[in-house]
């Protein structure tokens, strides 16, 4: 039977074991059926020790702060029950990562310790948890026009110089790069080796970009991170990643995820494609667009060219026959004006004037009689007809 408590001045006076026990067991009346806390884990190592996980559940910063160390038991079972639960939402368990479990109180009397032990944990308050700061930090990125700031950027007419952030040996990057080589376009791809999960992902991911932004030999910058949980895929709804985007100075293309995943990056970028496959194919169809309309370009300029010079031709055609046509036309012309005139010359001449029965009388001194004041009795004249001449003498004036 256990001794009775003793008062002093109606204060009770425990014993060690005393008080020990009734602190057991008053924990035990309040928390018979255990209670939820809420909190960031802090301190969690990455590998469980040989019995489970040994971390803190802490809440506010600074001075503010409070803490409780929690226990998550895997020879119980509890360690592999609770992961598989948040597992099944893509969720890991992590440093940073607001949850909400369910434990166990135990007041350990020999070392007179307060144990919290893990037995469950409410995967919808970490879901909502993170959707809420994921909606809370997209609504800030648009207030202040993050998410238009690479969009702005245009894209190269034909950008074949591509700076690509990606894990070398993820399959989305090894399927961009087949379609990108299977294009048989001459595209030059600078890829820099990144993390695309877990906690050393965004910052190598933002110094990627930003050694990206700083050259001047890249048309594009090209995210690429294939498939994976809502865990995996969280890092690119960091805000760290999406300044960096919006601060790039080249536009900006994600292919990140599942068909219908879509995360911040995708929002803030300038083109957002659903996976890396379809990253490069978007990438692919610019350069065939640009080659495409040069096509076209140039059996155009053919068309117009071949119709100019079959045009030319008929000119050149036209113009060589009327020089070989015109000089003729032009000589039968003047032949015929030229005949024209030598009929009219032949009728002005005497001699075929004479032809026609006339004919010109001169006296004895040459001159043509044109009257017969000219002419006295006994005068020598001549007289040209036709065929000669006839000498007369004038016997008579009248």
């Excluded at 991170?225 to 690119?236: C, E, I, Y």
Aim: aromatic content about 6%.
């Amino acid at each position: 039977m256990a001794a009775e408590i003793e008062f002093i001045n109606g204060v009770p006076a425990f014993t060690v074991t005393q008080f020990s026990t009734t602190l057991k067991r008053t924990l035990k009346d309040i928390f018979d059926g255990g209670v939820w806390l809420e909190g960031e884990i802090e301190g969690m190592k990455s590998q469980p020790h040989a019995t489970g996980h040994y971390f803190s559940l802490i809440e506010g910063e600074g001075r503010d702060k409070a803490k409780l160390d929690v226990k998550l038991f895997s020879n119980s079972g509890d360690l592999k029950r609770v992961t598989a639960k948040l597992g099944q939402h893509g969720l890991e368990m992590k440093n940073g990562l607001r949850v909400r479990f369910f434990c166990e109180i135990d007041f350990y009397i020999p070392r007179g310790e307060v144990s919290l032990i893990i037995k469950d944990v409410d995967t919808q308050f970490t879901v909502g948890d993170i959707a809420a700061k994921r909606e809370a930090l997209l609504r800030a990125l648009i207030e202040k026009g993050v998410d238009k700031i690479n969009k702005r950027l245009p894209v190269p007419l034909v950008p074949l110089r591509l700076g690509v952030v990606s894990s070398s040996q993820a399959a989305g990057y090894i399927d961009a790069m087949k379609q990108l080589e299977e294009s048989e376009i001459g595209f030059h791809v600078f890829l820099i080796d990144v993390n695309v999960q877990g906690d050393a992902a965004a910052p190598q991911i933002v110094a990627a970009i930003k050694t990206l932004s700083q050259r001047q030999d890249l048309d594009l910058v090209l995210i690429m991170r294939g498939g994976g949980s809502k865990g995996d895929l969280a890092v690119f709804d960091e805000e760290s990643i999406a300044l960096a985007i919006s601060q790039c100075s080249h536009p900006v293309f994600t292919g990140i995820g599942h068909e219908i995943d879509t995360s911040i990056a995708d929002l803030i970028a300038h083109s957002s494609h659903k996976t890396p496959t379809a990253c490069a194919q978007a990438v692919i169809a610019l350069v065939e667009s640009f080659l495409g309309e040069l096509a076209y370009s140039a059996r155009e300029l053919r068309s117009l060219t071949q119709g100019s010079l079959h045009r030319s031709r008929n000119r050149i055609s036209l113009a060589v026959e009327r020089l070989r046509t015109r000089p003729r036309i032009a000589l039968d012309k003047q032949s015929q004006k030229l005949a024209l005139h030598m009929a009219e010359v032949r009728l002005l001449d005497p001699v075929t004037t004479m032809a026609r029965g006339w004919s010109i009388t001169r006296d004895s001194a040459g001159n043509i009689v044109r009257s017969t004041s000219q002419l006295k009795v006994g005068q020598t004249v001549t007289t040209s007809v036709a065929d000669g001449v006839i000498t007369s003498t004038v016997e008579g004036v009248a």
